[in-house]
């Protein structure tokens, strides 16, 4: 099968996956950072921006799912081996966190867009799609540093054991 909630092209999900969401969201919302403060910037790239925040939660949603289907795995396979209990620190958590403010970033960008693009159709202020930036920069930086803490930790359950296995050889 090409896609299954646990595997992609026969590797884990989650290693794929998350690098998309790793890489997306971080770089909308700094894109966002970049250009909302320009009226012609915000109508040339809010809604490619919006786009990028929408598939960068999309991804984080997926590495969460496929975070939860890996660490049943591990855990039936450390079980299996007689390996003890699997321990996955503050991971499973922060990865939840920064799934969450993943996808209030996305709505925050589309509301960005849509703010700026419709907002004399409905009569706003000139300064709503201005305001509305401001707004959305917050949930921008919750996303992009929960997804380093959550990235962090990913990283050191997989890699902090390198130096071991290259040693003992």
Do not use: C
Not at 145 to 160: D, I
């Amino acid at each position: 099968m090409f896609l299954a909630l646990d595997t992609l092209f026969g590797l884990p999900a989650h290693a794929l996956v998350v690098h998309v969401a790793v890489v997306l969201v971080p770089l909308s919302a700094v894109a966002m950072a970049g250009v909302g403060w320009r009226p012609g910037w915000r109508r040339s790239y809010a809604l490619p921006i919006a786009v990028l925040a929408i598939v960068g939660a999309s991804a984080a949603l997926l590495a969460a799912q496929s975070g939860e289907t890996l660490e049943h795995s591990v855990r039936t396979a450390a079980e299996t081996a007689g390996a003890g209990r699997v321990r996955f620190g503050e991971h499973p958590e922060q990865g939840d966190t920064a799934r969450f403010f993943a996808v209030v970033f996305a709505l925050a960008a589309v509301a960005w867009w849509g703010v700026d693009r419709w907002h004399r159709r409905f009569n706003l202020p000139a300064w709503a799609p201005l305001a509305v930036y401001g707004v959305a920069l917050l949930p921008a930086v919750a996303a992009v540093v929960s997804m380093v803490v959550a990235g962090h930790s990913g990283a050191t359950l997989v890699w902090k054991d390198v130096g071991t296995f290259a040693a003992s050889r």
